[in-house]
């Protein structure tokens, strides 16, 4: 008995080792190389950095008098003002869009699932329209971001009812309901576009380029905070996804109050979309690419995948920041543009993938 016990083990024992490696090289490889970027990212500039000065002002501000500071007389200003700030609110967007997409794939159970493909990432700007045309002295800090966030809870809220029939959320009529929900929010910002000032308007055309050009320690102080909240929650709900995977009847066998875990789930959607639109205009497909990508290299467990995801976001809009810095000299491409052109093809091969398998999983 143990000689069959033992023989029957060995495969299991091996099988989750190698998960358990590969899980642990993703997560090496990401962290790396979101460090690697991240420098590398705060040295590009008119400015001449190293990145031996920029890891030396990171250790200087923090107490350790460790490698050169800029020796440019603009040098640590330009650092710390400019250079700093887009660096970490480009991961912090990334990461908000990352997690976002796992957590709509996970309770829409389709991979095509995705903020800007269902309409949260255009209704959110709606919101944030809104305030800059009609808000006046409030168009500032958080009115401009809980703006963006009732407007996305609203209209996740929407694509989620609508998509609904027989139980069921159907991956067509999820993209279908999106694909109306996003001319809807066309329209709504196209008027408050036609009515609003000449200074509103260059705002409202902010949005739907996409830029993290205004990046400031003051929109970071509130994009941080909706953003960590959201990725916390994300990884709390993230077992009874797993569940919900399995069937809804299974998961309320199971004690998991499916409608009460994708009521939540669309809060904390909302919650990040609102941190990563309301201050950086339209981002599409970032968290439709990159949890398809985690989940090919990890597997569909989503505790896992939600901070892969997120890991994963942070380095691809970090890089497409990277890009629309870079290549063009003494140009600031528009960030929205870079990954449209990039992940729309990718969608049109996840599309034709997931049909081939008749709607599963990748």
């Known amino acids: 008995m143990s000689e069959v016990t033992e023989a029957t083990g060995l ?4 099988r989750r080792t190698a998960g358990a490696t590969r899980i642990t090289v993703v997560f090496a490889v990401l962290v790396a190389a979101l460090a690697v970027l991240a420098v590398v990212s705060a040295c590009l500039g008119q400015v001449p950095t190293s990145p031996a000065e920029v890891v ?12 050169p500071l800029p020796a440019h007389p603009a040098g640590e200003v330009t650092l710390w003002e400019v250079r700093f700030p887009r660096v970490v609110l480009a991961m912090l967007v990334g990461a908000a869009l990352g997690c976002s997409g796992a957590l709509l794939q996970g309770i829409f159970a389709n991979p095509l699932a995705e903020p800007g493909v269902i309409g949260v990432s255009s209704g959110a700007a709606v919101g ?3 305030v800059i045309v009609l808000g006046g002295a409030f168009t500032a800090g958080w009115a401009l971001a809980g703006a963006a966030m009732l407007s996305g809870l609203v209209t996740t809220a929407l694509v989620y009812a609508l998509s609904r029939s027989n139980g069921r959320t159907e991956v067509v009529t999820v993209i279908l309901t999106g694909v109306a929900v996003n001319a809807l929010a066309g329209g709504l910002i196209a008027l408050f576009t036609f009515v609003a000032n000449p200074a509103a308007r260059d705002q409202i055309v902010f949005w739907q380029l996409g830029s993290l050009g205004g990046a400031t320690w003051d929109i970071v102080s509130i994009v941080a905070p909706l953003t960590v909240a959201g990725v916390i929650a994300s990884i709390l709900i993230a077992p009874k996804l797993d569940l919900l995977a399995l069937g809804e009847s299974v998961a309320h066998h199971l004690g998991v109050g499916v409608e009460r ?5 669309i809060v904390v959607v909302a919650v990040l979309v609102s941190a990563a639109v309301a201050f950086t205009g339209i981002i599409m497909f970032v968290g439709l690419v990159v949890p398809h990508l985690m989940r090919l290299a990890l597997g569909p467990a989503h505790r896992v995948l939600v901070c892969a995801s997120a890991l994963g976001g942070a380095l691809v809009l970090l890089a497409a920041d990277l890009g629309a810095r870079t290549l063009v000299p003494n140009a600031d491409l528009p960030l929205g543009m870079l990954t449209s052109l990039i992940g729309g093809p990718v969608f049109f091969w996840m599309l034709r993938r997931t049909r081939a398998k008749q709607g599963g999983w990748a």
């Open 56 to 67: 030396g002002s990171l250790l200087h501000s923090i107490g350790l008098e460790i490698g």
């Open 128 to 130: 944030a329209s809104a």
């Open 11 to 14: 495969p299991d024992v091996a």
């Open 261 to 265: 875990v994708r009521q939540v789930s």
